[in-house]
């Protein structure tokens, strides 16, 4: 194992981690809920760990990555219905991605949201085609790094750090009426969804056959799984944090995407304030071209094309094809002017009821004999997995109820 | 596993990945053609294809696909398979098999040039 790869691998995970529902539903739920939903974060966190680990192993043992295998284990029909469902679910998550980086560099340049939305696409657009898989995986994970700013601001802000660390453990508030529990619990719901969103898996396994992983990377998959995602987890929580201590006392509701840079201008001023939005950019733009190439990934692996990009864009014509296609249909998207905060709601609520059909056959994938041999899943990752399952498919059963009953999750 | 090993058609071989004799992408096991010699049913090729949906999808989605993405099949040869395992490795190109045609097609419709 090369240490600096190593680190770099993890430092990309932790870059990579937060993207624009994150942003949104941390700073949202820090507000509304002071540190009582930092618990749902961990609990999460933990559960994309089982799952990425479990994507990552498959990757590097069967050496195809979960979708073509996906297809196998459940059939034409059924693969046919998961595939059209995370189309939809990555293609609406592609669109806010894309969207809440239009408003960071509307809010860092004063021109356009549809201009920036315009140019953000070009530019990703372009960084696909010019650059490798590795150094568009690194670039945007080690520039997304700058998030760390947040960590920073909110030590000076210096909070009670016993109230965040009473927020892991498992609670519901006190004295809640219905309508604010029925709140808490959809925020509950859609931070589940937005930390376990289905692309992260596509993306994660298909990277690891994009990055040629074998049997010997399998202690890296792991360290990357629980220390990266761990690590790009705590970001989060310092943005819930932040907000709980500076907006919630204000009653603010932080709800575009852009105002969770506030949390940093308060204790640092501009030049925290830039860097935060640049931070946010940098981590906005890394998901879109994650979710973009997770959804170009999964097309492709269902109907067998060449795929990837550590060839030539013309080595894998259809899959070229098939990524630029779904940015265009995500800029089209955010041209129609639909609200972003919308898009983003929409993006959690899909991608939850989607979740059960991505980790259902990911599960049954990484316990087979024939694929796995001995690196299937041992009791721990099965009884984790399988846990994990349970909760979100009730979370997927709850989640139209309550996106209808709190109008999406408004105060 | 080789060909000549016994082999679970859908549990061990219908919707596996294709890779040519380059190790390319060339398709899915969309069905299984088999050919009836005295009596002992034998697979005979592997079809590759949208086409190769007809029965194995409800009508009406079967004609929604047609009517995407048409309805052409590519017959591969039984003999043209190498091994299977978790895909189904063939010892011929895509090219020689027909199996190449859409990403051809796709391929000339992107500029060669601009990426590292």
């Not at chain 1, 099965?382 to 139209?400: C, D």
């Not at chain 2, 010699?37 to 999808?57: D, F, I, N, Q, T």
Request: neutral net charge; proline residues 5%.
């Amino acid at each position: 194992m090369n240490p600096l790869e190593l680190m770099l691998g993890i430092l990309t995970a932790v870059g990579g981690f937060v993207d624009v529902s994150e942003l949104v539903f941390a700073a949202q739920a820090g507000s509304g809920f002071g540190y009582a939903l930092i618990w749902v974060f961990a609990f999460s966190t933990i559960g994309i760990m089982v799952f990425g680990e479990m994507s990552g192993r498959v990757a590097a043992v069967a050496q195809q990555p979960v979708f073509n295998l996906m297809r196998h284990r459940l059939g034409l029909g059924l693969g046919l219905v998961t595939l059209i469902a995370s189309i939809l679910s990555n293609l609406i998550t592609c669109a806010a991605e894309v969207g809440g980086a239009a408003i960071i560099l509307h809010l860092l340049t004063g021109a356009s949201t549809a201009l920036m939305a315009l140019a953000m696409t070009a530019v990703l657009v372009g960084s696909i085609w010019v650059l490798p898989f590795k150094w568009i995986e690194r670039a945007y994970g080690l520039l997304g790094l700058v998030m760390i700013v947040f960590a920073v601001a909110l030590v000076k802000i210096d909070p009670p750090w016993a109230a965040i660390a009473g927020g892991f453990v498992p609670q519901v508030p006190q004295g809640l009426s219905v309508r604010e529990l029925t709140r808490f619990a959809y925020f509950g719901v859609a931070i589940v969804s937005a930390v376990m969103f289905p692309y992260e898996v596509y993306f994660y396994s298909s990277g690891g056959i994009e990055d040629e992983w074998g049997v010997k990377d399998l202690a890296v998959n792991r360290l990357t799984c629980i220390v990266g995602f761990g690590l790009g987890s705590l970001l989060a929580i310092t943005i819930l944090s932040s907000s709980a201590q500076l907006f919630g006392p204000l009653h603010i509701d932080p709800q575009l995407p852009g105002s969770a840079a506030l949390e940093v201008e308060l204790p640092m001023g501009r030049t925290g304030l830039l860097l935060a939005l640049l931070g946010m950019l940098f981590a906005i733009s890394g998901a879109a071209i994650e979710t973009c190439l997770a959804n170009a990934y999964g097309i492709a692996q269902f109907f067998g094309w060449k795929w990837g990009r550590r060839k030539k864009p013309w080595d894998a014509p259809r899959f070229t094809l098939t990524w630029i296609i779904l940015f265009v249909l995500a800029l089209a998207i955010v041209l129609t002017g639909i609200d972003v905060m919308r898009l983003v709601e929409f993006a959690v609520l899909f991608s939850i009821l989607v979740l059960p059909l991505t980790y259902l056959p990911l599960l049954l994938l990484a316990s087979d004999r024939r694929f796995m041999r001995t690196h299937r899943n041992g009791w721990i990752a099965n009884g984790l997995g399988w846990g994990y399952f349970v909760v979100i498919l009730v979370a997927a059963l709850a989640a139209v109820p309550l996106f209808i009953l709190t109008s999406g999750g408004q105060a | 596993m080789t060909p000549r090993d016994e082999i679970q058609l859908v549990g061990g071989l219908l919707d596996l990945p294709i890779l040519d004799c380059e190790g390319r992408y060339c398709g899915i096991v969309d069905d299984i053609e088999l050919a009836d010699e005295s009596g002992a049913p034998r697979v005979s090729a592997l079809l590759v294809g949208p086409g190769a949906y007809r029965g194995r999808l409800p009508r009406w989605a079967f004609a929604l696909v047609r009517r995407i993405v048409g309805a052409h099949v590519t017959r591969v040869p039984w003999s043209a398979v190498k091994t299977i395992a978790s895909a189904v490795e063939l010892d011929r190109s895509a090219g020689e098999l027909g199996l190449d045609r859409f990403e051809q097609r796709a391929e000339r419709l992107l500029p060669h040039r601009g990426a590292l």
